[in-house]
């Protein structure tokens, strides 16, 4: 009996030790492992507090802004400007001497029925140069997407999440963004929830008039990203407006 009982004791701190030491290795693996990818609501605050804390960053570079705009592949206004955030932390852009390109002038006696015809190339030409400038413009109203316009977005339940490259990259669509019907596409890479571009579908005046929108962000060495590269095109105009951003120095 004694022999017994002294079996069963071994045999019960045996099955003490093992169960410990299983508990041991259950909980290793379990602090092992890989910790869940970010939901969908998670990346849209990180891609926030991202363009958040970039914004704040840029306000301590200055910068060359390049515009070129061009009309059935023909190059039509080139401008630059030197970019900077004033003390009232609004971003000024000024002129730099030589950056745009100098119009044709005609000189030399005209016919009545050329003067008309001048008129009329002139307006057209005024038209073109107003449509020019709305398409600039619609470029800055989304470069660089605001943070506050995503959440109304994603409040709204506007957004749609689309794996671009599995593991890779992700993109993140956020429609009715600033006008109705448009799209705001930004792409995230998932290893480092880093910006990799943004994309845009929308229109000037009205819908028929569409206009695509692609960016490529860039990387400071301080981790600021800023917008690099933009193209506008405007297919119903056929005109193309490209801006680089390039030179930042503190």
């Not at 069963?8 to 099955?15: E, G, K, Q, S």
């Not at 306000?59 to 970019?83: D, F, H, L, M, P």
């Not at 009545?112 to 619609?138: D, F, G, I, N, T």
């Not at 890479?189 to 994309?199: D, Q, S, Y």
Request: proline share 6%; hydrophobic share 35%.
């Amino acid at each position: 009996m004694k022999y017994q009982g002294k079996s069963a004791i071994r045999i019960l701190a045996t099955l003490c030790i093992s169960l410990f030491l299983a508990g041991k290795v259950l909980s290793q693996d379990s602090s092992t492992q890989p910790a869940p990818p970010p939901t969908p609501q998670q990346r849209v605050a990180m891609l926030k507090q991202w363009l958040a804390a970039s914004q704040t960053q840029l306000r301590a570079y200055e910068w060359i802004e390049t515009t070129v705009i061009s009309k059935g592949g023909e190059e039509k206004a080139r401008k630059q400007n030197s970019c900077y955030y004033g003390v009232d932390g609004k971003l000024q852009k000024v002129p730099v001497a030589g950056g745009t390109s100098q119009e044709e002038s005609h000189s030399g006696p005209m016919l009545p029925p050329a003067r008309l015809l001048a008129k009329a190339s002139a307006h057209k030409k005024e038209e073109m140069v107003e449509y020019m400038k709305q398409a600039k413009a619609l470029i800055d109203s989304y470069i660089p997407p605001d943070p506050d316009r995503i959440q109304k977005v994603v409040n709204a339940g506007n957004m749609a999440v689309n794996m671009i490259a599995p593991g890779q990259r992700v993109r993140l669509d956020f429609k009715n963004y600033l006008k109705s019907g448009d799209v705001l596409s930004v792409d995230i890479e998932l290893t480092t929830n880093r910006l990799l571009g943004v994309a845009v579908s929308s229109y000037i005046e009205k819908p028929s008039d569409a206009v695509s929108l692609n960016v490529s962000m860039g990387v400071l060495p301080d981790g600021t990203i800023y917008t690099a590269h933009s193209t506008l095109n405007a297919a119903a105009k056929d005109v193309t407006v490209v801006v680089d951003n390039t030179g930042h120095r503190r």
